[in-house]
């Protein structure tokens, strides 16, 4: 299941996360986030143990949002050591793409 992340816990899951992390910033009222919503839970199950999934209500946490210049939603951005390294904007992804981003991100598992 995709964490929710929020202002308040916002460092300590995605800044100080010893695992690659994709944050979803999406809204309720935003048609395409809603469409690859239950691609971005399929990802989570699919990425635990080897990377974080998240998903940031930008309506109810606009610290992030603003801290990010999002601008447009969906958008995706791939943390890994507290920095950015990936971003995406709109609902055109496919979940394998992300799924190979992280897995290449987080590297070869122990």
């Known amino acids: 299941m995709a964490l929710e992340i929020t202002d308040a816990n916002f460092e300590q899951e995605v800044l100080q996360s010893d695992k690659p992390i994709l944050l979803d910033f999406w809204a309720a009222w935003c048609g395409p986030c809603l469409a690859i919503a239950p691609m971005i839970e399929e990802l989570a199950n699919d990425m635990e143990g080897t990377a974080r999934v998240g998903k940031v209500d930008i309506d109810n946490n606009p ?20 920095e950015v390294v990936e971003q995406m904007v709109g609902g055109n992804v496919r979940k394998a793409s992300l799924a190979e981003k992280l897995n290449s991100i987080a590297g070869p598992t122990a």
């Not at 610290?63 to 507290?82: C, E, Q, S, V, W």
């Open 63 to 82: 610290g992030i949002a603003a801290k990010y210049g999002i601008r447009a939603i969906p958008t995706l951005m791939i943390f890994d050591n507290g």
